[in-house]
């Protein structure tokens, strides 16, 4: 799903989020970790960005599947605002 353009763009204007990874690769990341950096580094902007261009749906779904298990990489402010976020706009 990243292979779309709109995406690809958005990737690309925001590929400083994504300093692990090589520059070669970034085209190449996954929607997990594009919804983890811009909920986790992204300011309001990006964030809507995400929204218009995956859905708020997909993004909570991808969201809440990352903060389900035992370990998450998501800061504990921006977990407990997107859950608290999610559970009132993503039902």
């Known amino acids: ?6 995406l690809q763009k958005f990737l690309q204007e925001k590929s ?5 990874v090589k ?3 970034k085209k190449n990341v996954s929607l997990n970790a594009l919804v983890e950096a811009i909920l986790n580094f992204g300011d309001e902007r990006d964030v809507k960005r995400l929204f218009d261009l995956l859905g708020i749906k997909t993004v909570a779904d991808i969201f ?4 389900s298990g035992p370990r998450s990489n ?7 605002y997107f859950e608290l976020y999610f559970k009132r706009h993503a039902q």
């Open 1 to 6: 799903m990243t292979n779309k353009p709109e």
């Open 23 to 25: 520059p070669e690769e």
């Open 64 to 67: 809440r599947q990352q903060v």
């Open 16 to 20: 400083s989020l994504f300093w692990w």
């Open 74 to 80: 998501y800061h504990p402010r921006t977990k407990n």
